[in-house]
């Protein structure tokens, strides 16, 4: 049940911080594609991992919102150095998570619409 709430209040303090002001970049599939193509970015999939499990973007590392020490995770992996390219199912965790990891000074590009967008373009899946 704690960590039921905490889990919310961090959906709902991103979800509030992201309105304030956007830091981060949205951008299509297409405009995604491109982007992942680059060596200089990191593909960071947001997802639980049962959902990951199911299929990921080639090359995703995995990140779980929903865990309380997401942030800490992602500053011990990503490189600040790289763009972070960021999705998870719809679009709405990943640009809560986005908000944050700009805020640590992170270059970051969410996918709008999540992976859900992604296969309704025909993309593939990787497992």
Request: aromatic share 8%; net charge positive.
């Amino acid at each position: 049940m704690k960590k039921r709430l905490i889990i919310s209040l961090g959906l709902l303090i991103g979800s509030l911080s992201a309105c304030a002001q956007k830091n981060y970049n949205d951008t299509d599939v297409m405009g995604f594609e491109k982007l992942i193509e680059k060596d200089s970015v990191i593909v960071l999939d947001v997802r639980t991992q049962s959902e990951f499990k199911e299929g990921f973007i080639k090359g995703a590392v995995q990140i779980d919102f929903k865990d309380p020490d997401h942030l800490n995770k992602a500053k011990d992996l990503l490189n600040k150095n790289k763009h972070i390219a960021i999705y998870c199912r719809s679009g709405r965790r990943s640009s809560a998570f986005a908000y944050q990891l700009a805020a640590e000074g992170y270059r970051v590009t969410n996918l709008y619409g999540g992976i859900l967008a992604w296969q309704q373009q025909g993309k593939t899946l990787s497992k």
